[in-house]
């Protein structure tokens, strides 16, 4: 509700964007150089190939895997709330020679895509920028087609110490699911969230304290 409010306040067709470009071309410039090639093989090997299939970046941010991703013959589509990193993105897809779609908006406006759902739905260090983590998990499993897959890598609550204002905002949002700002959600919550739903295979990782990963394909009887 807060969050919605504040979106209200924020809108990206009068200019906001909440990352600066400075922060930015920093983040990318870090981030281009640590793309996590073992993760891309993995995803590659869980959903059969990358060639044709149909991906969406969720929160793309800079843009290196959804590069990545249409190296190995995906269509990739990149969803993000900032224009300083669809520039960024955008620059870099021209350098590495891909094709990107690119669509600017809130995490909860990829609704959009609903009706043309994905091989793969990716999204990585972004989730707790969704304005609700049940009504996002609706969204998401939505926005993958049946029988496709799903990854999400989330810090959990459980990953900062959280004292003062931050630890009240935690509190909410782990026991209430009020969100007020961006709290990490509870570790467990994002893969409880989408057993509520038709899955066929699941793996979750939670070997890093810092890191929650869910891998999972929703069930190919699952209706669209
Ligand atoms: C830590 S970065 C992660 C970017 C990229 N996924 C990666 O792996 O490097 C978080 C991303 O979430 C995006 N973001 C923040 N709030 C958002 C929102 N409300 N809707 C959509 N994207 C948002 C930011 O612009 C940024 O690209």
Redesign the pocket.
């Given at each position: 509700m807060i969050n919605s409010v504040h979106?209200l306040f924020h809108r990206l067709d009068a200019g906001w964007d909440?990352?600066a470009p400075a922060y930015a071309e920093q983040?990318a410039a870090r981030?281009w150089r640590a793309v996590d090639v073992a993760l891309i093989d993995q995803l590659e090997r869980w959903i059969g190939g990358f060639q044709d299939k149909r991906v969406l970046?969720?929160?793309?941010?800079?843009g290196?895997?959804s590069a990545a991703f249409a190296q190995r013959g995906a269509r990739v589509t990149w969803?993000?709330?900032?224009r300083n990193?669809l520039r960024i993105a955008q620059r870099h897809a021209v350098a590495v020679g891909v094709d990107l779609e690119f669509s600017l908006?809130?995490?909860?406006?990829a609704s959009k895509f609903i009706p043309h759902p994905f091989d793969l739905v990716f999204?990585?260090?972004?989730w707790y920028?969704?304005?609700n983590d049940r009504s996002f998990a609706k969204l998401f499993y939505a926005l993958m087609k049946p029988g496709g897959a799903g990854y999400v890598?989330t810090h959990p609550a459980e990953a900062e110490q959280g004292r003062g204002t931050r630890r009240i905002v935690q509190f909410l949002n782990k026991w209430l699911t009020w969100k007020i700002g961006?709290p990490f959600p509870p570790r467990g919550r994002i893969a409880r969230l989408f057993q509520k739903y038709p899955i066929d295979y699941m793996i979750i990782d939670y070997t890093s304290v810092r890191n929650d990963r869910v891998f999972l394909t929703k069930s190919r009887g699952a209706p669209r």
């Open positions: 979106a909440p990352i983040y981030e970046d969720l929160g793309g941010g800079p290196q895997y969803h993000d709330v900032s990193y908006g809130y995490l909860e406006e999204n990585r260090v972004s920028y969704c304005k890598d961006h």
